[in-house]
């Protein structure tokens, strides 16, 4: 398994666009990566992954640069509702499990 | 179904006493995970469930946690002589085989205290 590093805390405000890099340089060919979020007193719940380039859902965009070495999640206009952990993880759909880092703490302010 | 479900939510124990932590998977999934978060940490992997395979015991921190699945759906964590130093979140997850990290449902968690 991959091993990731993210930032591990950012602050941002209401409705602006919050970017999230996550790097990942040992990345395997069979490799995704993906994104989970957690609130307080949750557990994870996942959000996107992706390949390569860019994939859009209605909670986010990631973009991935050709070299696949990193990759960011974007989360437009977030709100307050936004604050939570965001952990990036990198494995294929082989693993048997996932191991999870410290992830992002996002902190979204009025 | 339709989420997984973890009971108690809550658990407040003594120092030395034993506690059992329920987990009830998504119906259908094979595969079953529990991991553990202490306060503002990360998820730590304690073991892995899949199928009738032998479980991968290999994060679990010491030879008093021990953990069971009946049936191949629910599963019980076991924490003998529990310390201070396991009070946490105890995380329950499920997936299908094949699906990697996309296909984690997790519970809401077991929060336990031990006093």
């Known amino acids: 398994l991959a091993k990731t590093t993210q930032p591990i805390s950012m602050d941002s405000y209401e409705g602006q666009e919050v970017n999230i890099t996550c790097s990942h340089n040992?990345?395997?060919?069979?490799?995704?990566i993906t994104w989970y979020q957690q609130f307080p007193s949750q557990g994870p719940r996942f959000i996107i992954q992706?390949?390569?380039t860019k994939v859009t859902n209605e909670v986010a965009s990631l973009f991935i640069p050709a070299d696949r070495k990193s990759s960011t999640l974007s989360l437009p206009r977030v709100s307050l509702s936004d604050t939570a952990v965001y952990y990036c993880?990198?494995?294929?759909?082989?693993?048997?499990?996932?191991?999870f880092g410290k992830g992002t703490r996002l902190h979204i302010l009025p | 179904g339709a989420g997984v479900s973890q009971s108690p939510s809550n658990k407040v124990t003594e120092k030395g006493k034993d506690v059992e932590l329920r987990c009830d998977p998504i119906?259908?999934?094979?595969?079953l995970y529990w991991y553990r978060q202490s306060l503002g940490q990360g998820l730590e992997f304690l073991i892995y469930?899949?199928?009738?395979?032998?479980?991968?015991k290999s994060g679990l921190p010491s030879d008093r946690f021990s953990a069971e699945r009946t049936g191949g759906s629910v599963s019980t964590l076991t924490i003998q002589r529990t310390q201070q130093e396991d009070s946490a979140v105890y995380l329950c997850?499920?997936?299908?085989?094949?699906?990697?990290?996309?296909?984690?449902?997790f519970g809401s968690g077991t929060r336990l205290t031990v006093v």
């Open positions: 997850a499920s997936s299908s085989v094949g699906q990697g990290a996309y296909g984690y449902t």
């Open positions: 040992n990345i395997a060919t069979n490799d995704y």
């Open positions: 992706g390949y390569k």
């Open positions: 993880l990198v494995g294929d759909d082989r693993d048997d499990k996932i191991i």
């Open positions: 119906s259908g999934h094979t595969a």
């Open positions: 469930f899949q199928g009738n395979s032998a479980p991968d």
